[in-house]
């Protein structure tokens, strides 16, 4: 029979488009670029992962075992979050969006940084890589982004910290920890 599903958290959503969508709206998107534009598509409501998950179970011709159906066939687990995931994505930082010629296409309204404001934040940001400063890093990025507001180690199951304090005991060199933040940088959204 299989199971159980696993979920990390039972009030995790995520924004679902289907590939053509997608692909369609990045190519309209792309006509409208005049360089630099940063673009955001309607992606209608995000959906709650357990919802997915038990609508899933359902399909395969099954019945989720949870409080309410002990009989049922499959459970549902939830895992906690890992480090640096998010409950929620969030499509912008900021709130400055404009329209487009097409409905289902904005328009960001980003802020920018200067090459010679841009430059120095790239180097310290590269230094506390390679000396896995860990907090250094933190604020770098509190400096360079306007509206990045880090989760709380407490809100996630474990810490960056702890995971960063983990690859050094274990040996890690510079250049393995600068690809463990890079890692990290890459997953959070």
Same mark, same amino acid.
């Given at each position: !029979? /299989?199971?159980?599903?696993?979920?990390?958290?039972?009030?995790?959503? =995520?924004?679902?488009?289907?590939?053509?969508?997608?692909? #369609?709206?990045?190519? #309209?998107?792309?006509?409208?670029?005049? /360089?630099?534009?940063?673009?955001?598509?309607? !992606?209608?409501? @995000?959906? $709650?992962?357990?919802? %997915?998950?038990?609508? !899933?179970?359902?399909?395969?011709?099954?019945?989720? $075992?949870?409080?309410?159906?002990? =009989?049922?066939?499959?459970?549902?687990?939830?895992?906690?979050? =890992? @480090?640096?995931?998010? *409950?929620?994505?969030? *499509?912008?930082?900021?709130?400055?969006?404009?329209?487009?010629?097409? @409905?289902?296409?904005? =328009?960001?309204?980003?802020?920018?940084?200067?090459?010679?404001? %841009?430059?120095? *934040?790239?180097? $310290?940001?590269? #230094?506390?890589?390679?000396?896995?400063?860990?907090?250094?890093?933190? #604020?770098?990025? %509190?400096?360079?982004?306007?509206?990045?507001?880090?989760?709380?180690?407490?809100?996630?199951? /474990?810490? @960056?910290?702890?995971?960063?304090?983990?690859?050094?005991?274990?040996?890690?060199?510079?250049?393995?920890?600068?690809? %463990?933040?890079?890692? $990290?940088? /890459?997953?959070?959204?």
């Amino acid at each position: !029979m /299989g199971g159980p599903v696993t979920v990390t958290h039972p009030e995790v959503t =995520r924004y679902f488009m289907t590939v053509q969508e997608a692909a #369609q709206l990045v190519i #309209q998107a792309g006509s409208m670029a005049t /360089g630099g534009d940063v673009f955001v598509l309607d !992606m209608h409501d @995000p959906i $709650r992962i357990v919802d %997915l998950a038990k609508k !899933m179970v359902h399909l395969m011709g099954y019945d989720v $075992r949870d409080e309410n159906s002990y =009989r049922g066939d499959i459970a549902i687990e939830y895992t906690g979050l =890992r @480090p640096g995931e998010k *409950l929620y994505e969030e *499509l912008l930082i900021g709130e400055s969006v404009t329209g487009t010629d097409h @409905p289902k296409i904005m =328009r960001a309204e980003e802020e920018t940084l200067s090459w010679q404001e %841009l430059k120095p *934040l790239i180097d $310290r940001l590269a #230094q506390a890589c390679e000396s896995a400063d860990s907090e250094e890093i933190r #604020q770098v990025l %509190l400096s360079a982004v306007a509206g990045f507001k880090p989760e709380l180690d407490s809100e996630v199951q /474990g810490s @960056p910290e702890k995971s960063l304090e983990a690859a050094l005991e274990e040996g890690a060199t510079g250049a393995k920890v600068t690809a %463990l933040f890079g890692a $990290r940088a /890459g997953k959070k959204k």
